[in-house]
């Protein structure tokens, strides 16, 4: 079996699926302080990088995503599957964790 390098372009979602990168979270607070990773809270916010096809209703009939790459998001905290790709973090995410699209 031949190794497929993991990249954003290599991973293309399935279904209602949606690859979102995560946010970067600040290092230090407003005062100055530097947080450790263990002090920081799990970010909800992110891009969208890449969405699957869609879902299909009970007739096979496909419904599109309501989101497109580049939407900025705000998801379920506990939601979806996080993958690090390189030096970046993603999580991939059913469609019905996305709670918002940040303007």
Do not use: C, H, W
């Not at 998801?75 to 995410?93: C, M």
């Amino acid at each position: 079996m031949a190794a497929v390098a993991l990249n954003v372009s290599t991973l293309k979602p399935l279904g209602d699926r949606v690859l979102v990168k995560i946010a970067q979270q600040d290092e230090k607070t407003a005062g100055g302080i530097f947080l450790p990773d263990t002090a920081k809270e799990k970010p909800q916010v992110g891009e969208v990088v890449a969405v699957g096809p869609g879902k299909r209703n009970d007739e096979g009939k496909l419904i599109p995503m309501e989101l497109k790459a580049g939407d900025k998001v705000l998801y379920s905290k506990y939601a979806g599957t996080e993958v690090k790709l390189g030096s970046d973090e993603y999580v991939l995410l059913a469609e019905r964790d996305i709670l918002a699209i940040v303007q």
